[in-house]
């Protein structure tokens, strides 16, 4: 896994937006696995900054959604179809045809999973997935102790999720679902290219379990370390916990010109 540490959250930002307008040079027509929560708005401001200066080219891209909350009523403003065609689809000028995503609202949640792993799996599988960490470790909605071999399906939240999102609804925990549908972590690993943002002192231990732990099911995210490609891109403030900080700017800093993001 290659850890990357920048400076802030805006400079995550620029450099994921950056490997993601690279990939769309190479493939332009590639599948763009998004994330939701506060950590990857950066990315999204910094790409559409890019395509109304007309240096990234997102008109053929396609989007893929990570996870989703179950029962809340289709459109409700906090559903993550609704963030993502809010923070994604619109700012970057995409038609929701260009989607695909899970029916968190299907009377049959099951079915609904596995219609969106053969929908991922008929798109040709993503090509870069973005993922937020979780305080607990988690990727996705893959709370601590999911299968690493995981494919989409129901989970329930930890009490610490429900928290840490109770500012979308009003700060009143009670109004976050207990279930979601997420994809499985075997499904994430499926991706072509991991690209975990960080920021942010409350995901140093998270990240420092990701990066220097051992691969277990108890930190989701250190799955990332059975990828082939995954980079892991963090602020100095997530990166505060991380034994082999040096070794990663050095590494960085000496990073050959080929290689990409
Ligand atoms: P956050 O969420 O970016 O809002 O911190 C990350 C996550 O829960 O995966």
């Known amino acids: 896994m290659e850890v990357v540490i920048v400076q802030d959250a805006k400079a995550g930002g620029e450099l994921v937006a950056q490997g993601i307008a690279d990939l769309l040079r ?9 994330a939701t929560g506060s950590t990857p708005l950066p990315v999204y401001r910094a790409l559409a900054a890019r395509v109304r200066a007309g240096t ?8 893929a959604q990570l996870d989703e ?17 809010r923070t994604v689809l619109k700012p970057l000028g995409l038609s929701p045809e260009s989607f695909i995503g899970p029916d ?34 988690h990727i996705g909605f893959n709370e601590p102790c999911s299968s690493l071999a995981s494919r989409t ?8 999720t429900r928290a840490d999102n109770a500012r979308f609804f009003d700060g009143d925990i009670e109004q976050v679902p207990q279930h979601v549908i997420t994809q499985g972590i075997g499904t994430i690993l499926e991706a072509r290219h991991l690209v975990l943002l960080a920021t942010g002192e409350g995901k140093a231990e998270a990240v420092a379990a990701t990066a220097e732990g051992p691969v277990a099911a108890v930190c989701p995210a250190s799955a990332l ?28 800093a000496h990073k050959p010109a080929w290689q990409d993001l």
């Open 153 to 160: 399906r129901i989970k329930t939240l930890t009490e610490q």
């Open 26 to 34: 190479r493939r332009p027509d590639a599948l763009l696995g998004v």
């Open 104 to 137: 968190g609202s299907a009377e049959d949640v099951r079915a609904a999973c596995e219609a969106y792993e053969t929908a991922l799996t008929a798109a040709g599988g993503v090509d870069l997935q973005l993922l937020g960490i979780g305080t607990d470790g």
């Open 56 to 63: 990234a080219d997102v008109s053929r891209a396609r989007i």
């Open 225 to 252: 370390q059975l990828h082939p490609h995954a980079t892991v891109v963090v602020d100095e403030a997530a990166a505060s916990k991380l034994k082999l900080a040096g070794y990663f700017r050095h590494a960085y």
């Open 69 to 85: 909350y179950v029962g809340l009523p289709a459109g409700h403003p906090e559903s993550y179809r609704s963030v993502v065609m």
